[in-house]
Nanobody, 127 residues
Framework: QVHFVESGGGLVQPGGSLKLYCAASGFVLGDYAIGWLRQSPGKEREGISCISAASTSTYYKDSVKGRFTISRDNAKNMVYLQMNSLKPEDTAVYLC????????????????????WGQGTQVTVSS
């Protein structure tokens, strides 16, 4: 069955960096676009970045553009999110998820554009 395991989260000071890892299994990773979503207490889960199946296109929410970089290695069944210049408002549980197509589209920010996701990893940005 489709399975995702996220890791790499933790506590970091404002301005710091973290790299998140997403290990995928149970399907052919190279057949699907993959997104990173995040959810903060009291807020809806939202997609913040998406990468197409062949890494030919990427999407970023405005609030993370220029600070976060999504990448993938289909041979290793891995997807990554490099997060730099972190801010307190980036505090959330981060999840990777399978987009319902091989190319991302403008609906990547909606949680129901994805059909499977992991349990997530907590990122806390605080001094």
């Amino acid at each position: 069955q489709v399975h995702f395991v996220e890791s790499g989260g933790g506590l970091v000071q404002p301005g710091g960096s973290l790299k998140l890892y997403c290990a995928a299994s149970g399907f052919v990773l190279g057949d699907y676009a993959i997104g990173w979503l995040r959810q903060s207490p009291g807020k809806e889960r939202e997609g913040i970045s998406c990468i197409s199946a062949a890494s030919t296109s990427t999407y970023y929410k405005d609030s993370v553009k220029g600070r976060f970089t999504i990448s993938r290695d289909n041979a290793k069944n891995m997807v990554y999110l490099q997060m730099n210049s972190l801010k307190p408002e980036d505090t959330a549980v981060y999840l990777c998820a399978r987009f319902k197509a091989n190319e991302c589209s403008f609906v990547y920010s909606y949680a129901d554009s994805y059909d499977f996701w992991g349990q997530g990893t907590q990122v806390t940005v605080s001094s």
